[in-house]
Every structure is written in structure tokens, then in C-alpha cells.
């Protein structure tokens, strides 16, 4: 087997056992319902009032929550390991068994987890009973994500906005670790990375949940509008003024993302099939099966249409080499832009194969809805307003450079020293130039009792340098 493989097999191995623990903490949502049916468990009942609800309410979402923490890490060392080639390549594959473990572990199994336990008794005395028991019971399981979506809101949104992880880590490295201006400077102006394989399949997943349980119980959509509401108000501060993406996918991750929303329309119609058919609804079973065929075929064309542009740049502006070829192989005449652009479209879609009337009507049909939005995109990115805006300034080295490795361009560091009150910082200055490394003092400080000082305005720190664009 390959490394991708074993890294598969893995993944699904873990996700599989992994839904132990899971399903026994989606069964505390319901333990209050099982101490009334099982008699060891009568203990609980005798609990108070806010530590039943505490263990009913909180305990199950935090322990969830804590649990799948860990996960994403180490799905990317997995990915990794597997042989990805490239780091955003790794993080791609972590994003994709990311949601497929979210769906599995924090829909599926704490759903029929919670649902099942609750008719757990009933189902064995009369197993016959067993679908209308589940059809009564698994709405029920919203009750675990109504706090779920509100404790990932109110916690993880103050988390996030308070970091206090990164601020102790900031304060221990900048008053006990750092001990030169420069690596004071790198930690004050360093960026925090996010890592948005681990982040988008975690919001994928509460959206697919709030869809998935929009029919069932449409009280979770306004819970879940809460949570995503102060979720989204924590990360636009984060993203603006604390966090950057270190690792440039070329918005492949936000792509994924969209599609794999599509999951919480599958699972709504699916969950309406077996709720129907448990009420042997067979009509309404009908329609939604229906329903579903819709969906999927209407999902496939929709990817086909996309792929090209997944795939390919969207060069208009350089196709003009391409027309006399693609004009003489379909025989249209070249100053023909409606015949051009429906012969391209007709390529890329795959039309090409079918009879011209039906692949000509076909082409027609998808271009009068996009056909009007991309001219209006089209004159907007060729205006000369949008040419001209924050246009870099760059010179002719940088354009030879723009190509290669840093390594080989980049200049020798300037060695950054603190002043001192003895001018012992001025004499090293002197030697260091006369050996031929440049040296300054400027910016930077130590007092009498050896406390390090740097001037906070970035303009005026002698090794800093604005970044330039390419």
C-alpha cells in the first residue's frame, strides 16, 4: 500500500473508534431520561437542579468540543506523512478528512447517539417499533446543539478575541526570552499564522448541522445564526488586525468549503426520507427522493460548469492567438464573437460531443444568465481605473529578481545593537565597519541596570523595510 493509502486507512480507522467517546457524550444530553428508566441510574436524579442542567446542557457540547480540538493536528502531520509534495497540498487533504470527521463524529453519531439512547429501552422490548421510535426521538437530539452552537459562539468568540494563549506566549518572550532589539522587533511585529484547513471545516460543519436541522427542528437556525453571528465578529477582527494566512492555496480551501456545504442539503433530504417512510408517508417519501435526484444532478453540472475555471486562468485578454485555430478548426468566421465565445463554451463544457442544435442551445442557455455579469466584470478589471490603482513601483532589478530564490537577492542582515550610556555600542559600531559589516545603534536602547529598549515606530526601526508587492 502507498503512503496515501495507509494515511486513509488511518484516518478512517481513527474516525470510526473515535465515535466511542463521542457517542457516550452525546448520551449525557439525555442522561436525566435514562436515570428514570434504568434503575442504577437513579443517583442522578437526586443531583440539583443546576448540576443536572450543567451535565445536561454544558458538559456534553464543552467535552465535544475539547475532544476535537486536538484532531486537525494530527490529521496535517498525517497529510503530511502521506507524501503531499507541498505544504498547501497537506493542508488541502487535512481540510477534506477535517469535515468528513466533523459530519461523521459531531453530526451523525452524537445525532443517533442522542436519539437512540433516549428509546434505547423501548427498542428492545419491541424492536418492530423501532423506526417510529427513532422518528419521534432523533429531533429531539437538537437540544445538544442548541447550547452547541452557543458555547462555540460565546467561548470560542471570546477566545478568539482575547488570545490569551498568545498573549502570555507574546509577554514571556518579550520580557524573559529576547534579549537583542531585532528579536524583540520579530516578535512584536510577527503576524500569528491561521491555518484554515482546521478553521473552515469546523464553520462548514455548523452550517451543514443549521441546514440538516432547518426542517427537523428550525429552532437551531436561530441558535445557530447567534453562535456564527459572534463567530464572524471575532475572526473579522482577527483577520484584519492579528492573524494572516501563511499558507496561499489560491482560494482552492474557500472553493472546497462552498461545496462542501452542499453535505447539509443532502443530509436534510435524507433525513426527511427516513422520517417519512418511518410514518410510512409514502407521497411526501416520493416527492423528497425526487427532491434529492434534483439535487444531485443539478450538483454535478453545476461542478462540470465550474471545473475550467478551477483549473485555468481566466485569460481573456490573452485568447487572441487562440481564434484563427479555434475559427479555421469550427469553420466560423473569426470577426464572430457570439459564434467564438459559444464554440469555447461548447469546448470547455464537453458540449462539442453532442448534435450543434442541442450543444448550441445548451451553451445559449447558461450564457444568458453569466453572459451580462461577465462583460460587466470584464470592463471593470480592463478600465483604467482599475489598472491604475496601487500599482507597485518597482525597478528593473526587481522585475530580473522577481523569479528568484530569495536566498540568492537577499541582502546581508544589518546588524542592530542597542545604544549605551558608556558609548560602548559607538566602538563596536567602528570595528564591525572596518571588517565590513554594517552596524547601527539607532532605534534602540539599554539602561544602566541592562533593561532593553526599541523604538515602537516601525518608520524610524533602522532594519525594517516596506514589503514590496510583485
Not at 17 to 31: A, E
Not at 160 to 169: A, T
Not at 231 to 240: A, E, H, I, T
Request: negative net charge.
Amino acid at each position: 500500500m502507498s503512503k496515501a493509502s495507509l494515511g486513509l486507512a488511518f484516518v478512517i480507522a481513527f474516525s470510526i473508534f473515535f465515535s466511542i467517546p463521542v457517542g457516550l457524550i452525546g448520551t449525557l444530553s439525555n442522561v436525566q431520561y435514562l436515570a428514570d428508566q434504568y434503575s442504577w441510574l437513579n443517583w442522578i436524579n437526586d443531583m440539583p437542579d443546576w448540576m443536572l442542567s450543567l451535565m445536561t446542557g454544558l458538559l456534553p457540547p464543552f467535552l465535544v468540543s475539547w475532544f476535537v480540538s486536538y484532531v486537525p493536528k494530527l490529521f496535517r502531520h498525517v497529510a503530511k506523512l502521506s507524501g503531499e509534495p507541498t505544504t498547501p497540498q497537506a493542508e488541502l487533504k487535512t481540510q477534506a478528512w477535517y469535515f468528513s470527521f466533523q459530519v461523521f463524529q459531531i453530526f451523525l453519531v452524537t445525532t443517533f447517539s442522542s436519539g437512540a439512547a433516549a428509546v434505547a429501552s423501548q427498542i428492545i422490548q419491541n424492536p418492530q417499533s423501532a423506526p417510529d421510535l427513532l422518528a419521534s426521538s432523533v429531533p429531539k437530539a437538537s437540544n445538544f446543539y442548541l447550547t452547541y452552537f452557543l458555547i462555540q459562539g460565546l467561548t470560542s468568540a471570546a477566545s478568539n478575541v482575547l488570545n490569551s494563549s498568545d498573549l502570555m506566549e507574546y509577554l514571556f518572550y518579550q520580557h524573559f526570552w529576547n534579549k537583542t532589539p531585532r528579536e524583540q522587533f520579530m516578535e512584536y511585529s510577527r503576524m500569528k499564522g491561521i491555518s484554515y484547513g482546521s478553521l473552515l471545516p469546523k464553520f462548514t460543519n455548523l452550517l451543514v448541522i443549521a441546514i440538516a436541522y432547518s426542517c427537523i427542528a428550525p429552532l437551531v437556525l436561530g441558535f445557530a445564526t447567534v453562535g456564527l453571528a459572534l463567530y464572524y465578529l471575532s475572526y473579522r477582527y482577527n483577520l484584519l488586525y492579528v492573524c494572516q494566512s501563511k499558507i496561499d492555496t489560491k482560494g482552492e480551501m474557500y472553493k472546497r468549503a462552498l461545496q462542501q456545504m452542499m453535505t447539509g442539503i443532502y443530509l436534510a433530504e435524507l433525513s426527511l426520507i427516513g422520517l417519512f417512510s418511518a410514518r410510512k408517508a409514502a407521497i411526501q417519501t416520493v416527492l423528497i427522493i425526487v427532491l434529492l435526484i434534483i439535487t444531485v444532478i443539478l450538483n454535478l453540472v453545476l461542478d462540470r460548469i465550474l471545473r475550467p475555471l478551477e483549473l485555468y486562468l481566466g485569460v481573456d485578454t490573452w485568447q487572441e492567438a487562440e481564434i484563427p485555430l479555434l475559427a479555421d478548426e469550427e469553420n466560423i468566421d473569426p470577426n464572430d464573437e457570439v459564434a467564438l465565445h459559444t464554440a469555447a463554451h461548447n469546448r470547455r463544457l464537453g458540449l462539442n460531443r453532442l448534435p450543434n442544435s442541442t450543444s448550441n442551445y445548451l451553451s445559449q442557455f447558461f450564457d444568458s444568465y453569466i453572459q451580462s455579469s461577465r462583460e460587466q466584470v470584464k470592463v471593470w478589471l480592463n478600465g483604467a481605473s482599475a489598472r491604475e490603482e496601487d500599482v507597485p513601483q518597482l525597478s528593473d532589478e526587481d522585475y530580473e529578481n522577481a523569479y528568484e530564490n530569495p536566498a540568492f537577492t537577499a541582502k546581508t542582515p544589518k546588524l542592530w545593537l542597542p545604544r549605551d550610556a558608556k558609548g560602548v555600542s559607538k566602538q563596536e559600531i567602528e570595528e564591525n565597519e572596518r571588517a565590513g559589516i554594517k552596524c547601527t545603534d539607532e532605534g534602540a536602547s539599554i539602561d544602566k541596570n541592562g533593561k532593553l529598549s526599541w523604538e515602537h515606530d516601525f518608520e524610524k526601526v533602522p532594519i525594517f523595510s516596506k514589503p514590496k508587492v510583485i
